[in-house]
């Protein structure tokens, strides 16, 4: 069974500070992998689509890397802003059932004035 | 829409009553799914549909959530006799395609809490 870990669970950090959030997964038969934020109360904004085929993704500040060899997907925000704070959640798909998304737990965010 | 809806956006049930949820997808979009997030956790998969044809139900918790697209755009999720546990937010997402190789966008969810 796919599991996905999210280290740190929370992290704290000054504005203009450049972060990496990492996502470890345990089954490295992977289609794809998704980045999303959640903000309080909110739903998921997609953030990254990495397939598998891919080393990386960049959208604008954020960076995301896929290594499947090692079970590793690391999300590199640049220049962090306030508007940065948020949870950040990694999900996959993986074997048979290739629809569904695994979660971790994501990682609380803060980025302070 | 531009984007998925649901609604409503918070409800409170009392322990025995019968709830159903609602999602809109965005038009056009094939795949559809439900997913279940218990507090500090990350979302949990409960069914999906391509179409109106639910292709999986294993992640819903009992027999007491049933889940329908029956024209296959909106869809609804029904708890009935909800209990404690339930308490949860239940969001919903669709993709374009058949999921596999395709984003999936969410909606804000509904924040359930069952007294």
């Known amino acids: 069974k796919q599991e996905v870990t999210q280290i740190p669970a929370a992290l704290s950090v000054p504005e203009g500070e450049n972060l990496v959030l990492n996502c470890s997964f345990t089954?490295?038969?992977?289609?794809?992998l998704q980045w999303f934020r959640q903000d309080p109360g909110k739903g998921l904004t997609s953030l990254l689509l990495?397939?598998?085929?891919?080393r990386e993704q960049t959208s604008g500040r954020l960076n995301a890397s896929l290594d499947k060899s090692s079970g590793r997907s690391t999300l590199y925000i640049a220049a962090s802003q306030p508007g940065d704070s948020a949870t950040y959640l990694c999900?996959?798909?993986?074997?048979?059932?290739?629809?569904?998304?695994?979660f971790g737990k994501g990682t609380l965010l803060t980025v302070n004035p | 829409g531009a984007g998925v809806s649901q609604s409503p956006r918070y409800k409170v049930a009392k322990r025995g009553q019968d709830v159903a949820l609602r999602c809109d997808p965005i038009?056009?979009?094939?795949?559809l799914f439900w997913y279940q997030q218990a507090l500090g956790q990350g979302p949990e998969f409960l069914t999906y549909f391509q179409n109106e044809a639910q292709l999986d139900k294993s992640g819903l918790p009992s027999d007491r959530f049933f889940a329908e697209r029956p024209e296959g755009s909106v869809s609804t999720l029904k708890i009935q006799r909800t209990q404690q546990e339930d308490s949860a937010v239940y969001l919903c997402?669709?993709?374009?395609?058949?999921?596999?190789?395709?984003?999936?966008?969410f909606g804000q969810g509904t924040r359930l809490t069952v007294v």
């Open positions: 089954d490295s038969a992977i289609y794809n």
């Open positions: 038009s056009g979009h094939v795949s």
């Open positions: 990495i397939q598998s085929s891919q």
């Open positions: 999900a996959l798909r993986s074997g048979g059932s290739n629809y569904k998304l695994t």
């Open positions: 997402a669709s993709s374009l395609g058949r999921a596999l190789n395709t984003e999936a966008f």
